[in-house]
Nanobody, 123 residues
Framework: HVQLVESGGGSVQAGGSLKLSCIVS?????????MGWFRQAPGKEREGVAS????GGSTHYADSVKGRFTISQDMLYLQMNSLKPEDTAMYYC????????????????????WGQGTQVTVS
């Protein structure tokens, strides 16, 4: 049973930084999977923020966070710098055992497993 648990959210002033982590359990040690960070603000649809494939390959980012956010396979963290008020949202990590093509890596509907989310508030 695959489980994901996010941590690291909080409140920060504009221009500040936060680092989110995602602990994934239930995949066996030799399995690779797609992993992504998504966010959802009140009244808005869930959007893909950053993603990668744990078997290697490139990382992918939404245009709105390029140059500010970094996703890493190490502890599956999302380093968020130069935060803006519009980054305020509930952030979720997600995983899927399929090797999704680059065009689908930021599509939430393609991911099977989800964490409960961690709130990020930028003021």
């Amino acid at each position: 049973h695959v489980q994901l648990v996010e941590s690291g959210g909080g409140s920060v002033q504009a221009g500040g930084s936060l680092k989110l982590s995602c602990i994934v359990s239930g995949y066996n040690g030799s399995s690779n999977y797609c992993m992504g960070w998504f966010r959802q603000a009140p009244g808005k649809e869930r959007e893909g923020v950053a993603s990668l494939y744990t078997g290697g390959g490139s990382t992918h980012y939404a245009d709105s966070v390029k140059g500010r956010f970094t996703i890493s396979q190490d502890m599956l963290y999302l380093q968020m710098n130069s935060l803006k008020p519009e980054d305020t949202a509930m952030y979720y990590c997600a995983a899927d055992g399929s090797r999704l093509p680059p065009s689908q890596l930021l599509l939430s509907k393609k991911y099977t497993y989800w964490g409960q989310g961690t709130q990020v508030t930028v003021s």
